[in-house]
């Protein structure tokens, strides 16, 4: 059987997406990933052509006028929302009037020193999830939803702390993002970052105190290709203009698809280094299939081998190997008692509930066209991904040359893009060490590991932390981010 462009790398791909099924009923970010690799096997390569040379280069006229938009987008009080000391805002920013595409951002200012903070932009992953769903309400925000799906929390560990922290719905149908156009929802890497740009410096238009802020990108999963490639578009800008028009400062990914071919290969060396796989299993897969971007067709055993593993892992949640399933769709009449530090697996459940009440959505200022679906985390109403570059090394190392900030991190529990996936993709750009690798530390405790390559950047591992690092070990996610916004290498201190 003849494929193009590394077929089993993306045959056993597409085989993950189903991982989640089991605990939610609706399309996640698993899914979502999954769903991309098949459109890569049946699209024969032409998918993967990068295209970082051919961006659109964008005047005064992309940006429309604000005033009185931010007053529009406060929010008072959510509901069920505790107390809070910051001041947060939702709302649309239109990218393309003509067309009618709107994106939804929900911003929170920091709780404390919001006039002399950085401006971090947050995305989530799919391609085609929600950062409402993932970043703001599960992983980094300053809430979680209680188990009722009416309530909400304090998260106490939230960027907020660090940060003023701005979380995007892109591109266009996404959760509560839409546009009047239905071409707009065939979509691609490089629409997505034009768009993004586009958002951006309307939003600086709508926010002129954050213009020049200093201004960092992070995201984690399928963002591994939406944060380098925005960044990469305010990099032109900036330089074609002469003029530093966006603030970009660094970037910061976390187990982030990087480059396809190190990516899945690192997953099978994190197989078989955990035990879910025979030894058996993993030889075979290592001795008959070709991980090479060239490959053209597999042998026998290798899809042999790769329908064995399937079978081995097909009971876990491989976003996080050793965390619990969710076995219930339902909510709770009350809340249970709920832990920051213990996360719950049916969030998913809790967060969709909530961000469907017409009160809510009210609260936000959302779904002003009265979409024809519920929200959901990841959308359905995407139809198609027509362009997903094979690698974003070249992008990173542009991101060196211009000495920007450059952090990857990675939570190791994580068997999608694990931690081997991330290390073979870094050793790909044949860097030198500048600091050893060695642990660092938060609350006396090993956060993970750390070493710096020369050229300003960074790789750590985060220490029990599944894919969603954020929301497994938030404390240290935190401890990561500050570190970086701060420019500062992470503590090498002794846990005495």
């Known amino acids: 059987m003849e494929q193009k462009a590394c077929?089993?790398?993306?045959?056993?791909?597409?085989?993950?997406?189903?991982?989640?099924?089991?605990?939610?009923?609706?399309?996640?970010?698993?899914?979502?990933?999954?769903?991309?690799?098949?459109?890569?096997?049946?699209?024969?390569?032409?998918?993967?052509?990068?295209?970082f040379e051919g961006f659109q280069l964008r005047d005064d006229s992309s940006v429309l006028p604000q005033a009185g938009l931010k007053e529009k987008d406060k929010v008072g009080k959510l509901p069920g929302q505790p107390r809070v000391?910051?001041?947060?805002?939702?709302?649309?920013?239109?990218?393309?009037?003509?067309?009618?595409?709107?994106?939804?951002?929900?911003?929170?200012?920091?709780?404390?020193?919001?006039?002399?903070?950085?401006?971090?932009?947050?995305?989530?992953?799919?391609?085609?999830?929600?950062?409402?769903?993932?970043?703001?309400?599960?992983?980094?925000?300053?809430?979680?939803?209680?188990?009722?799906?009416?309530?909400?929390?304090?998260?106490?560990?939230?960027?907020?702390?660090?940060?003023?922290?701005?979380?995007?719905?892109?591109?266009?149908?996404?959760?509560?993002?839409?546009?009047?156009?239905?071409?707009?929802?065939?979509?691609?890497?490089?629409?997505?970052?034009d768009d993004n740009y586009l958002f951006i410096l309307n939003w600086l238009e709508r926010f002129p105190e954050y213009k020049d802020r200093d201004f960092y990108i992070s995201g984690e999963s399928y963002a591994g290709h939406y944060v380098p490639q925005l960044a990469h578009n305010i990099l032109q800008h900036n330089n074609m203009a002469n003029s530093t028009i966006i603030n970009l400062k660094g970037i910061m990914i976390g187990n982030a698809v990087i480059n396809d071919e190190t990516d899945v290969k690192g997953m099978y060396d994190y197989f078989g280094t955990h035990a879910l796989a025979s030894p058996k299993t993993i030889d075979e897969i290592q001795k008959y299939c070709d991980f090479s971007p060239n490959a053209t067709t597999q042998p026998p055993q290798c899809d042999d081998a790769s329908t064995q593993l399937k079978i081995d892992i097909d009971s876990l949640d491989i976003y996080n190997i050793y965390a619990p399933l969710c076995f219930s769709?339902?909510?709770?009449?009350?809340?249970?008692?709920?832990?920051?530090?213990?996360?719950?697996?049916?969030?998913?459940?809790?967060?969709?509930?909530?961000?469907?009440?017409?009160?809510?959505?009210?609260?936000?200022?959302?779904?002003?066209?009265?979409?024809?679906?519920?929200?959901?985390?990841?959308?359905?109403?995407?139809?198609?991904?027509?362009?997903?570059?094979?690698?974003?090394?070249?992008?990173?190392?542009?991101?060196?040359?211009?000495?920007?900030?450059?952090w990857i991190f990675s939570g190791d529990m994580d068997g999608r893009i694990p931690v081997t996936s991330t290390l073979n993709s870094i050793k790909e750009m044949n860097l030198s060490v500048k600091t050893s690798w060695r642990p660092w530390f938060v609350g006396g405790e090993v956060g993970g590991y750390t070493e710096v390559y020369k050229g300003d950047l960074t790789f750590a591992t985060v220490r029990g932390a599944g894919h969603q690092v954020p929301s497994y070990q938030p404390l240290r996610a935190l401890s990561l981010v500050m570190y970086f916004l701060n420019g500062t290498s992470l503590p090498n201190a002794s846990r005495y």
């Open 7 to 51: 077929l089993f790398l993306f045959f056993f791909l597409c085989t993950t997406c189903q991982l989640f099924t089991q605990s939610h009923g609706k399309k996640t970010q698993a899914e979502a990933l999954g769903h991309l690799y098949k459109a890569k096997l049946l699209k024969r390569g032409h998918i993967d052509a990068p295209h």
């Open 329 to 406: 769709s339902g909510l709770t009449s009350k809340p249970k008692r709920a832990s920051i530090m213990n996360f719950d697996p049916c969030s998913d459940n809790y967060v969709i509930a909530y961000m469907n009440s017409p009160d809510v959505q009210v609260a936000f200022h959302a779904n002003v066209t009265k979409l024809h679906h519920d929200w959901q985390p990841c959308s359905e109403v995407i139809k198609s991904w027509d362009d997903s570059p094979s690698t974003m090394i070249p992008l990173l190392r542009e991101f060196m040359a211009n000495g920007l900030r450059v």
């Open 85 to 193: 000391d910051f001041d947060q805002y939702s709302g649309y920013v239109t990218v393309d009037e003509k067309a009618g595409r709107a994106f939804f951002y929900y911003f929170v200012e920091a709780s404390n020193s919001k006039e002399s903070l950085p401006l971090l932009l947050w995305l989530n992953g799919g391609p085609g999830c929600s950062s409402l769903a993932y970043g703001a309400m599960q992983e980094l925000g300053p809430f979680r939803v209680h188990s009722d799906g009416k309530t909400l929390y304090r998260n106490k560990y939230s960027w907020n702390n660090v940060a003023n922290v701005l979380f995007l719905e892109s591109p266009a149908g996404v959760g509560f993002s839409y546009s009047n156009t239905s071409s707009d929802y065939y979509c691609g890497d490089r629409k997505t970052a």
